[in-house]
């Protein structure tokens, strides 16, 4: 099995951002919502919903999920599913935590 390689990402400061809100992030042509959840937790998703497109950063955040502004489409930030009976996915990203500085790992082909 070939290990996929990743780009090790600069997002910012973890100070800076806000508690349970999401925050997008654009690197290169990919849009990315990142989040800090109640419990400090960093995690990062695809920032669209697999329904029709909403903007996930713009969501509530509740625990490990993420709803979805436009439908309420109930999204984990862990593995990335949607919860039944609704279906679906989106890619989730591994974030890094160094000191303060936020980084997120996007696969490179």
């Given at each position: 099995?070939?290990?996929?390689?990743?780009?090790?990402?600069?997002?910012?400061?973890?100070?800076?951002?806000?508690?349970?809100?999401?925050?997008?992030?654009?690197?290169?042509?990919?849009?990315?919502?990142?989040?800090k959840l109640?419990?400090?937790e960093?995690?990062?998703?695809?920032?669209?919903?697999?329904?029709?497109g909403?903007?996930?950063?713009?969501?509530?955040?509740?625990?490990?999920?993420?709803?979805?502004?436009?439908?309420?489409?109930?999204?984990?930030?862990?593995?990335?599913m949607?919860?039944?009976?609704?279906?679906?996915?989106?890619?989730t990203?591994?974030?890094?935590?160094?000191?303060e500085?936020?980084?997120i790992?996007?696969?490179?082909?």
């Amino acid at each position: 099995m070939m290990e996929q390689t990743v780009k090790k990402v600069f997002v910012g400061q973890y100070n800076n951002l806000p508690n349970q809100l999401g925050k997008t992030i654009c690197i290169h042509d990919q849009e990315i919502a990142l989040f800090k959840l109640a419990n400090g937790e960093l995690r990062a998703i695809e920032n669209r919903c697999p329904h029709k497109g909403g903007v996930l950063a713009e969501g509530m955040v509740s625990g490990e999920y993420v709803y979805c502004p436009l439908h309420d489409w109930k999204i984990n930030m862990t593995d990335g599913m949607v919860q039944e009976p609704d279906n679906g996915c989106v890619q989730t990203f591994e974030v890094i935590k160094e000191n303060e500085s936020i980084f997120i790992l996007i696969p490179v082909e």
